[in-house]
């Protein structure tokens, strides 16, 4: 027997390849399958299931090509509604892989179709449980996802509240548990950095496990804090639930090398959304005009997610070198699966042909701190709520608003105003930059390093605001 987690850390996302004597089982496939067919040939293994824990709503899964070009079921929990042929298991149906057999545990809290996998090993012993979004390492699933006109986030939660207490709090201690998320997830709010624990550690760390809590308890504390969920959740699970474009053909149409001419032709013909990938240090010396950075090197995925409302916007990329296939992937990750195009050599081939460029005014923490010993300077803080309240600069010119509403809170910026924008490290507070340079407000100045690095200055405790202070 063996099983691989496949963990992508742009999503912070599980997925996982179970062997055994031959047979194969993978659960909640990415959607670039291909890795899960080369895997399974270099074993001479044959890939005979694919299970999905739900219908998810904050990645495409690769279920549907993977059935494709495999010729597995597509396994889903009871009554998951689907556009494609799917087997809809029962609670307790078993499923056999080679000499282990897959248990299905029907879990609805998440959504109503949830399930989680308990994977019975050669010797009939209880080994893992492959809990989707069910349970986390040191969370469990939001439960407002699958709200309907007769059922609320309550409902939900009370429905986990029971999945959870009798179907995994029972189970014993040493079972493995593999999650589909970790931290950085949209999908919980407490996620544990690790990706794989025991049924014990769980019970013993895991605030909403606790043997003693009540029912309500659990509801109150399940529901507290939780941010409402990014705009292209209810997107994916669409597109997961219906089907969507083939991958091979995204790539193809959209990792093509375009000229500078081309490339700022289908800007103007085709309204096409300019995305600069590359870092934030290159991003602020020099970009093309209009363009919005988010860039690789960070939570590329889910911020492309949040952050551009129109999933089928057309895209064309700045990207670096040698990257081009990555970010049209990854875009495609989330379902935007419009991408036009890249520019054939990056900014240097835009500087050579002489068009017009920008940049984004960057200081230092340390400059920042000197400056605001003299002026009175307006801060935009973007970083997300709870970040904000644990710690924040004590100046009555601070602005805060998170990075994820950004698109909806513009009314709140004066353009007349310089606003020092910083984030928690520096990634956000660029994205926030190129969003707002994009809409014409101009007086932005990036301070670089972000709250990390004005900790570290002179401003000293007293300049900052913690609970103990509030």
Known sequence: MKIEQIYTSCLAQGAYYIESNGEVAIIDPLRETQQYVDKAAANNSTIKFIFETHIHADFVSGHVDLAKKTGATIVFGPNANTAFNCYNASDNEEFKVGNITIKVLHTPGHTLESVTYLLIDENGQHHAVFTGDTLFLGDVGRPDLAIKSDLTERDLAGMLFQSLRTKIMTLDDAVIVYPAHGAGSACGKNLSKETVGTIGDQKNTNYALRSDMTKDEFVNEVLEGISPPPQYFAKNAKMNQNGYSDLDQVLSTGNQPLSVAAFEELAKTKNALILDVRTQQDFVKTHIPGAIFIGLNGSFAPWVGALISDINQPILLVVPDGMSEEAVTRLAR??????????????????????????????????????????????????????????????????????????????????????????????????AASILKARGYHKIVDIAGGFAALKKTDLGLSEFVCPSTL
């Not at 036009?340 to 835009?350: I, P, S």
């Not at 100046?395 to 513009?410: K, P, R, W």
């Open 334 to 431: 989330v379902g935007y699966d419009n991408t036009l195009g890249y520019l054939e050599g990056g900014m240097d081939a835009w500087m050579a042909s002489g068009k017009e460029t920008d940049q984004i005014n960057s200081i230092s923490a340390e400059e920042f701190s000197k400056k605001s010993k003299t002026d009175k300077l307006s801060v935009l803080d973007v970083r997300k709520d709870g970040e904000y309240a644990s710690m924040h600069l004590k100046m009555d010119t601070v602005q805060h608003f998170a990075l994820d509403y950004i698109n909806h809170q513009m009314d709140q910026i004066d353009a007349k105003k310089t606003y020092h924008i910083h984030c928690a490290g520096g990634y956000r507070s660029v994205i």
